[in-house]
């Protein structure tokens, strides 16, 4: 069984991948759409898998349906409170608002800073600036944004991190790995958004890219820990907190990464990756019998 400094470790790969997401601003600041939307679709799919056999069947079978059932409920309700606390990710990424699928005329359009940008003015003021606003002023607010999604990105990280602790624990070493996996493909993106309006302060590039590393890198393997030594030293809890962090986990997709994955016209092979991700979760747990 891993011990809880390789959980700490391998949190921290996943929550550093942030930083990933934040070393195109050295070269350039646009992605694109199909890569960001497969990548995602993917991301959703090995999360989804991992979610069902790493933490709800082992949840059954700890525990009664019961326990799980509420665990999972309660999951789901804390990650969309915590939702209603900040926006979106996904929303900052793109400038959807709203919008769950924008028109398709957005299919050969790439991420760009004004993404970001529109989308964090709208909602700091309706989407507009006056023709008056100085340099200064670009500065300060380029700065919220980054702190805007740098938080929002703290608190998604969170209940990722449980749930790697809390599949080590249960003794699902190789499931935990690819949860991790799964996590560190979907915080590239996120730390592009993150990077971006940062980027347009006086922050160098170097501290940009730190910052950026160190939003998913210091929450992720601190939740982590939390969940592996809690389920380690009361094995009861294992069926609610595993219901728990199933709960987050699968709010995070439906409310938000398949959202993200099939709104730029790219839907069918977002679709495509969630199914190859899910099958690699069904070759992980059943092919490999971890």
Request: charged share 10%; aromatic share 6%.
């Amino acid at each position: 069984m891993a011990s809880i400094v390789d959980v700490v470790a391998i949190a921290l790969l996943a929550g550093a991948a942030t930083g990933l997401g934040a070393l195109p601003i050295l070269v350039t600041d646009r992605i694109s759409h199909r890569f960001y939307d497969a990548a995602i679709g993917l991301a959703a799919g090995i999360m989804f898998g991992a979610a069902v056999f790493a933490l709800v069947v082992p949840g059954l079978e700890f525990g009664s349906l019961w326990e799980v059932v509420v665990g999972i409920v309660a999951g789901a309700a804390f990650l969309l409170a915590g939702n209603r606390l900040l926006p979106h990710v996904h929303l900052v990424m793109t400038g959807e608002g709203d919008r769950t699928f924008p028109p398709s005329t957005a299919a050969e359009e790439v991420i760009e800073p004004e993404d970001i940008i529109e989308a964090v003015v709208a909602a700091e003021a309706n989407g507009s600036r006056s023709e008056g606003d100085g340099a200064a002023a670009d500065v300060d607010s380029n700065a919220r944004r980054a702190i805007l999604v740098g938080s929002a990105i703290t608190i998604h990280n969170v209940p990722e991190g449980l749930a790697i602790g809390i599949a080590f624990a249960g003794g699902l070493e190789a499931v935990g790995v690819a949860l991790a996996l799964a996590i560190a493909i979907q915080n590239v993106p996120d730390g592009f958004a993150m990077a971006v309006p940062a980027s347009q302060t006086d922050l160098s590039k170097l501290k940009t890219i730190l910052y950026t590393t160190l939003s998913g890198a210091i929450p992720e393997p601190i939740a982590a820990a939390f969940g592996f030594a809690l389920v380690a030293l009361v094995t009861g809890l294992f069926p609610i907190a595993a219901g728990f962090a199933a709960g987050t986990m699968m709010a995070v997709i439906f409310r938000e990464l398949i959202p993200t994955s099939h709104g730029h016209g790219y839907a069918d092979i977002a679709t495509l990756t969630f199914v190859v991700g899910f099958v690699v979760m069904v070759i992980v747990d059943v092919g490999l019998a971890v």
